[in-house]
């Protein structure tokens, strides 16, 4: 079945910090992989997206590969902000199916 | 403005007594899905729609129902709440074929059922 682990939380960093956030999946043929972010109090919001292998998804400073040999969509940001400060939520879509992995809280420090 | 709106955004109810948490959105998509959110387990799908008439049951649908009888709406209706369906409730919209889109969500449904 298809499938999405990610890095457990909580992520601390400080301001200017680099960021990565490691997702691997499970999946049957080709899926889409998807980052969605949730700021505290609302609903989750796509942050990139990658629908093929090598793909690179990109927004607001973050980058995530669709790496099909090690089956990975790891995220990362150079330099993170304390606007960063939120969930993330490594996704797949897989026909019909949409599976979502646990979720990552980062906090970002001054 | 695109969104999709969900009602109530907090509830505490008892057990037993039935609820609905309603979700609209105004974007004409075909596919809508509900989605709890529990600490260290994500989002599970409960059920989605992938149009008017057509549901079908996600990983956690025991307890709940939907409806789709107009393309805009997807009502939740928990008809014997227990506690453990106590949780953060989140409804998504999307165009049917969305691996090139996004699916939209609402801002979530805060749910506690004593």
């Known amino acids: 079945g298809n499938s999405v682990t990610q890095m457990e939380g909580p992520v601390t960093l400080s301001e200017e910090a680099f960021l990565t956030i490691n997702c691997t999946y499970t999946?049957?043929?080709?899926?889409?992989l998807f980052w969605y972010v949730q700021y505290p109090g609302e609903g989750l919001q796509l942050l990139l997206k990658?629908?093929?292998?090598?793909d690179k998804g990109s927004n607001k400073g973050f980058e995530a590969t669709y790496r099909k040999e090690t089956t990975s969509f790891h995220l990362e940001k150079g330099s993170v902000q304390v606007s960063d400060s939120a969930v993330y939520f490594c996704?797949?879509?897989?026909?019909?199916?949409?599976?979502f992995g646990a979720g990552t809280r980062l906090t970002v420090k001054p | 403005e695109a969104q999709v709106t969900q009602n109530p955004r907090y509830l505490i109810t008892v057990t037993g007594k039935k609820l609905t948490v309603t979700c609209s959105q105004n974007m004409n998509h075909e596919y809508m899905s509900w989605y709890r959110q529990d600490p260290g387990l994500g989002l599970r799908q409960i059920y989605y729609?992938?149009?008017?008439?057509?549901?079908d049951k996600g990983d956690v649908p025991e307890g709940y129902k939907v409806s789709r009888k107009e393309k805009r709406n997807f009502p939740l209706i928990l008809e014997s709440p227990s506690p453990n369906q106590t949780s953060l409730y989140f409804c998504?919209?999307?165009?049917?074929?969305?691996?090139?889109?996004?699916?939209?969500f609402g801002e979530g449904s805060r749910l506690t059922v004593l």
């Open positions: 996704a797949l879509k897989n026909n019909n199916d949409m599976r």
């Open positions: 990658a629908t093929k292998a090598d």
């Open positions: 999946a049957t043929g080709y899926p889409s």
């Open positions: 729609s992938m149009n008017v008439e057509v549901t």
């Open positions: 998504a919209s999307s165009l049917r074929d969305f691996p090139v889109g996004e699916l939209f």
